[in-house]
């Protein structure tokens, strides 16, 4: 298996656009995570899906962020529109409950 | 939500010593967990630690567990400049164990 696999590695953006960041998991897990880092509040959890249905979604700062799972191998998350404090590395997990989480490396947005 | 908090946030050694980190926690938990991420990378998994564990081992990592406390710590041996990394303890957001909370890291320096 490749591993979670994350596109694009790196996209620059200006602000308004709408930006799509996508994530393939690896196959047969049955959750996924969205997650953002930045160096001010490190990682935080954005939303999370366990057997395509989310599951919980506090963590997505605002109605501009949204985050769908079509099928259990792969999911988007969208900003729309994007602001330059969106600017941050965007990772995405799969696991299983109680287990490891297997991270993608991740797509560094930057939105000018 | 649940978070750890590793200490110290950066930690500089030398190659061949020990280097240990801590992190603590607030709520209840089933499984405490540790993370390595290298400069630009996504996270990888080092290993995970039940609540029933007092203390595991993986090469030449040595973690521990104190529920009481709610405290962790991670060790790692005869440190490498490989080891340079930033090393994240992982706490799920509820005993389903669906999400991980991260906290903010300890940024490892091993100089040659």
């Known amino acids: 298996d490749a591993g979670v696999i994350q596109s694009p590695r790196h996209e620059v953006t200006e602000m308004g656009q709408e930006v799509t960041l996508r994530c393939k998991p690896i196959?047969?897990?049955?959750?996924l995570f969205w997650y953002r880092q930045t160096m001010m509040r490190g990682l935080e959890l954005l939303i999370y899906?366990?057997?395509?249905?989310?599951?919980?979604d506090s963590g997505m700062p605002e109605d501009r962020f949204s985050a769908k799972m079509p099928n259990a191998s792969f999911s988007t998350l969208k900003i729309q529109p994007s602001e330059p404090r969106d600017s941050a590395v965007y990772f995405c997990a799969s696991g299983t409950a109680n287990t490891e989480a297997f991270f993608g490396q991740g797509t560094r947005l930057t939105v000018v | 939500s649940q978070q750890g908090e590793e200490d110290p946030q950066a930690l500089s050694i030398q190659e061949g010593e020990n280097a240990t980190m801590n992190c603590s926690y607030k709520?209840?938990?089933?499984?405490l967990q540790w993370y390595r991420q290298n400069s630009g990378r996504g996270l990888v998994h080092l290993i995970l630690i039940r609540s029933n564990e007092r203390e595991k081992h993986s090469g030449r990592l040595r973690v521990t567990l104190d529920t009481s406390k709610k405290s962790s710590s991670l060790l790692i041996t005869a440190s490498r400049a490989a080891d340079t990394a930033s090393y994240f303890c992982a706490t799920p957001t509820s005993n389903s164990g669906y999400a991980l909370n991260f906290g903010k890291g300890t940024s490892l320096l091993v100089t040659p």
């Open positions: 196959s047969g897990h049955n959750s």
């Open positions: 709520t209840s938990i089933n499984n």
């Open positions: 899906f366990n057997n395509n249905v989310p599951i919980d």
